[in-house]
């Protein structure tokens, strides 16, 4: 089976798609099948090295005027999927969708989130959370992007969510639950780990990780931490939000206590883990979230907020510790109180390393390739 893997994003970059998207290529390419991907990059990595993976990636130029970029990206896809037996988009749906009216390929697509719902909150349009999004109606802009994302989902021959939660969400979009297939995320296991050398000279170090976009609420998490003084913050990632985020540290007089990492490495973010005593995701949504799997597998206690998929994957007490988003004063008692024990924090890393025994990397791919190489042989006899 020759594959065309779409995507978003991508390393250097990081994010679940930029972790999965490696994992899942290089796992299919195993099985025997044929990848490319082709991706969206910063202007400074569409010349990256790609001669760590095993198959050809495609960079194309995000920071393209927005009135030139879909049909930019339409015509890209339309060049690579040309002689490919499927397509399997992470991401820039819409034009993958348009794209494929003339290609006629049996589409696939993973969905972690709504991608109508990140663009209308990053550009400030709406206040709401992702589930009031669903269900609140909005202003002719913001009504056009939930219709271009439904429309977009709907062309997809099968739909794959990381979550149970996003499943229900997902075919609220006019999409046929029989279409849709969970398959959980999942990291590969790193033998060895070496703690990165952090900037902080504080005796407990906080990791948290992810774009610095409104729904993470890193902003949260700096003001939860900040009468915790033995408490220092790492922060890997970058965003829109980075400049305010970095102005309340200065106000809140924590310039000794924050350290901003910035986009880094997977090696580099997980050295950073394993130099930590906890990992912290204060997110409004998450669909299930690739960075708590990688946070578990370098044996780190977790504390997350009860959202979207995370339940899923989070078990309270067992595995982790799970808090309200709406209340940051529970989320920094709950910190505290882990700061404080020990023990309740080797309690939670021994739980997450036996959690991850169920999110297994070999599983999820199977799982991926067998939906993958079904829907090309249902589509081929269908003709």
Same mark, same amino acid.
């Given at each position: ?44 990595? %569409? ?22 970029? !879909?049909?930019?990206? &339409? ?50 349009? $709406? ?29 997809? =021959?099968?739909? &794959? ?21 969970? #398959?959980?995320?999942? $990291?590969?296991?790193? !033998? ?10 504080? !005796? ?31 922060? &890997?990632?970058?965003? !829109? ?35 930590? =005593? ?37 078990? =309270?007490?067992?595995?982790?510790? %799970? ?6 004063? &529970? ?6 109180? %882990? ?39 249902? #589509?081929?006899?269908?003709?």
């Amino acid at each position: 089976m020759k594959l065309l893997l779409i995507t978003g994003i991508f390393p250097p970059d990081i994010g679940g798609p930029a972790t999965y998207v490696p994992q899942i290529a290089k796992g299919l390419m195993q099985r025997g099948h044929e990848v490319r991907v082709l991706t969206t990059s910063e202007p400074e990595n %569409l010349s990256h090295d790609e001669r760590e993976y095993p198959f050809p990636v495609v960079r194309m130029n995000r920071r393209v005027p927005l009135w030139r970029r !879909p049909w930019e990206y &339409i015509q890209q896809i339309r060049h690579y999927g040309a002689d490919v037996d499927v397509i399997y988009a992470n991401g820039i749906f819409w034009e993958t969708a348009v794209a494929n009216w003339g290609l006629h390929k049996p589409l696939v697509m993973k969905v972690v989130g709504d991608p109508a719902w990140e663009r209308a909150t990053n550009r400030g349009w $709406v206040q709401d959370n992702f589930e009031e999004f669903q269900q609140h109606r909005y202003n002719l802009k913001v009504e056009t992007l939930k219709w271009m994302r439904s429309w977009s989902v709907r062309q997809a =021959d099968r739909i &794959i969510v990381p979550s149970c939660y996003l499943a229900r969400w997902v075919a609220g979009w006019g999409v046929d639950k029989d279409r849709i297939s969970v #398959i959980y995320n999942a $990291v590969k296991q790193f !033998p060895e780990i070496h703690p990165g050398n952090l900037p902080l000279t504080t !005796p407990i170090k906080v990791v948290t990780v992810g774009r610095l976009v409104p729904w993470k609420q890193v902003d949260k998490i700096v003001e939860a931490i900040a009468p915790l003084k033995q408490v220092g913050l790492v922060v &890997i990632g970058d965003g !829109p939000e980075r400049g305010g985020l970095e102005r309340l540290v200065e106000n809140l007089e924590m310039g000794d206590r924050v350290y901003f990492a910035g986009q880094r490495s997977q090696t580099e973010m997980l050295g950073f883990m394993a130099a930590s =005593d906890l990992f912290v995701l204060y997110s409004t949504y998450e669909g299930l979230p690739h960075v708590v799997l990688e946070a578990m597998s370098v044996g780190l206690p977790v504390v997350a907020t009860a959202v979207g998929g995370t339940p899923e994957l989070v078990r =309270d007490g067992e595995n982790g510790r %799970l808090t309200d988003p709406k209340s940051y004063q &529970i989320f920094g008692k709950i910190v505290a109180e %882990l700061i404080e024990s020990t023990s309740q924090r080797q309690q939670l890393a021994e739980g997450a390393k036996r959690t991850m025994e169920e999110f297994s990397l070999q599983k999820m791919v199977d799982d991926c390739a067998t939906l993958l190489e079904r829907k090309l042989t249902t #589509i081929v006899k269908d003709v």
